[in-house]
């Protein structure tokens, strides 16, 4: 299926990938936006939803994170569930772009002790993957979130943002095909010495 939008020249499956480098824009009405657009294309039974794969899903996860907004929070948690409940009713497709590795990943970033900074490198960087895009104003507007800098963030925020992680990974509990464990899905892949390194220090 190669569905366009009216007046663009770009099916949507590439359309939905350009707008990814925004989701961290500096300018938070753009943040907003891209995630109020990419929901909609979602709740649109006649669109494609083939973009809606690892990229997408880890870029929602890192919104709840980094975050400071409320606004930008709940619109990411909003989309997270749309497409979490996409992803469970085509069989095996969830398993396939929630892998076990990339859950617990996601599980180590919101453990992360408060105060000590986020691994960044399990971030999913659209930067460096999205061809044909020109990337967005770089300036690193999750820089103080990311450094769990207490002196410039609250811990208000802070603790907002890991209940937001939360409550989206148990979403991802629910939304989980009953016939597969997801216990076994997050440990039949991984080697027996991989331990989740998150830990208070």
Same mark, same amino acid.
């Given at each position: #299926? +190669? %569905?366009?939008?009216?007046?663009?020249?770009?099916?949507?499956?590439?359309?939905? &990938?350009?707008?990814?480098?925004?989701?961290?824009?500096?300018?938070? +009405?753009?943040?907003? $936006?891209?995630?109020? %657009?990419?929901?909609?294309?979602?709740?649109?039974?006649?669109?494609?939803?083939?973009?809606?794969? %690892?990229?997408?899903?880890?870029?929602?996860? &890192?919104?709840?994170?980094?975050?400071?907004?409320?606004?930008?929070?709940?619109?990411?948690?909003? /989309?997270?569930?749309?497409?979490?409940? #996409?992803?469970?009713? $085509?069989?095996?497709?969830?398993?396939?772009?929630? %892998?076990?590795?990339?859950?617990?990943?996601?599980?180590?970033?919101? #453990?992360?002790?408060?105060?000590?900074?986020?691994?960044?490198?399990?971030?999913?960087?659209?930067?460096?993957?999205?061809?044909?895009?020109?990337?967005?104003?770089?300036?690193?507007?999750?820089?103080?979130?990311? /450094?769990?800098? *207490?002196?410039?963030?609250?811990?208000?925020?802070?603790?907002?943002?890991?209940? /937001?992680?939360?409550?989206? *990974?148990?979403? *991802?509990?629910?939304?989980?095909?009953?016939?597969?464990?997801?216990?076994?899905?997050?440990?039949?892949?991984?080697?027996?010495?991989?331990?989740?390194?998150?830990?208070?220090?």
């Amino acid at each position: #299926m +190669n %569905t366009r939008l009216t007046g663009s020249s770009l099916p949507l499956s590439t359309l939905a &990938q350009t707008l990814f480098p925004f989701f961290r824009h500096t300018i938070p +009405n753009v943040r907003l $936006a891209v995630v109020k %657009t990419l929901h909609s294309f979602m709740v649109v039974p006649t669109l494609p939803k083939d973009w809606i794969a %690892t990229p997408f899903a880890s870029l929602l996860f &890192q919104n709840l994170i980094c975050e400071e907004r409320s606004d930008i929070r709940d619109a990411s948690l909003s /989309a997270w569930r749309t497409a979490l409940t #996409m992803l469970s009713e $085509a069989p095996g497709r969830m398993e396939n772009v929630v %892998t076990p590795q990339l859950i617990l990943d996601w599980y180590e970033i919101m #453990m992360t002790p408060v105060g000590i900074a986020v691994n960044v490198s399990k971030f999913y960087n659209p930067a460096t993957h999205v061809e044909g895009t020109a990337p967005p104003e770089r300036h690193n507007v999750d820089k103080n979130m990311l /450094a769990q800098d *207490l002196s410039l963030i609250t811990v208000e925020v802070t603790l907002k943002a890991r209940v /937001a992680t939360a409550t989206g *990974l148990a979403y *991802l509990m629910i939304c989980w095909p009953t016939e597969v464990s997801i216990l076994l899905a997050l440990f039949s892949d991984l080697p027996s010495n991989t331990y989740i390194s998150a830990k208070p220090h």
